[in-house]
T-cell receptor
Framework: AQKVTQAQTEISVVEKEDVTLDCVYETRDTTYYLFWYKQPPSGELVFLIRRNSFDEQNEISGRYSWNFQKSTSSFNFTITASQVVDSAVYFCALSEWIGTSGTYKYIFGTGTRLKVLA | DTEVTQTPKHLVMGMTNKKSLKCEQHMGHRAMYWYKQKAKKPPELMFVYSYEKLSINESVPSRFSPECPNSSLLNLHLHALQPEDSALYLC??????????????FGPGTRLTVT
């Protein structure tokens, strides 16, 4: 079965520290997509990044970077020089194709709550 | 405009009430979703509409009734809810439901309390 594991339930860091959020996934599919979402206290999930199974290049967007390694089934997320505004719950998700309905859905990890202290 | 709006923001209802949650998007997306999220848990998928047709119902109790009047609107009708139904209800949309790669855009949610 498809599964996403975010083993870190909660992480606290002091502002300006770097922090890495781990995501490990399981899938039998050869084509799949992985996503990261941020959920600030306001509630809505904000899309951060999508990565497909054929593209193992790391990605950097400002202070955010992502490391995708198929060999270890991991898609980790690093925030450099963290800021208080980064405080949120971060979810990793895997797209799963539901053949019977002809649609896909997300398999979410349990989330990692990041607290950045001033 | 990458916005999904939801109304109301907060709702308190008794177990015998009937109420509706509303969701709207104007991004031309053809798939819309309802999720339920309990505290400290990930969102749980409830329903998926693709091209205004219900394509996934995750065995949700019949006291939740979704409706998709057109491609921009999604409603969730609530009737005879239980206190354990209290949660944050999130609406999302995506370009389509057939593509593994489509990201979903989420609304801010409706925080529902059933008394």
């Amino acid at each position: 079965a498809q599964k996403v594991t975010q083993a870190q339930t909660e992480i606290s860091v002091v502002e300006k520290e770097d922090v890495t959020l781990d995501c490990v996934y399981e899938t039998r599919d050869t084509t799949y997509y992985l996503f990261w979402y941020k959920q600030p206290p306001s509630g809505e999930l904000v899309f951060l990044i999508r990565r497909n199974s054929f593209d193992e290049q790391n990605e950097i967007s400002g202070r955010y970077s992502w490391n995708f390694q198929k060999s270890t089934s991991s898609f980790n997320f690093t925030i450099t020089a963290s800021q208080v505004v980064d405080s949120a719950v971060y979810f990793c998700a895997l797209s799963e194709w539901i053949g019977t309905s002809g649609t896909y859905k997300y398999i979410f990890g349990t989330g990692t709550r990041l607290k950045v202290l001033a | 405009d990458t916005e999904v709006t939801q109304t109301p923001k907060h709702l308190v209802m008794g177990m015998t009430n009937k109420k509706s949650l509303k969701c709207e998007q104007h991004m031309g997306h053809r798939a819309m979703y309802w999720y339920k999220q309990k505290a400290k848990k990930p969102p749980e998928l409830m329903f998926v509409y693709s091209y205004e047709k219900l394509s996934i119902n995750e065995s949700v109790p019949s006291r939740f009734s979704p409706e998709c009047p057109n491609s921009s609107l999604l409603n969730l009708h609530l009737h005879a809810l239980q206190p354990e139904d209290s949660a944050l209800y999130l609406c999302a949309s995506s370009q389509g439901a057939q593509g593994l790669s489509y990201e979903q855009y989420f609304g801010p949610g409706t925080r529902l309390t059933v008394t």
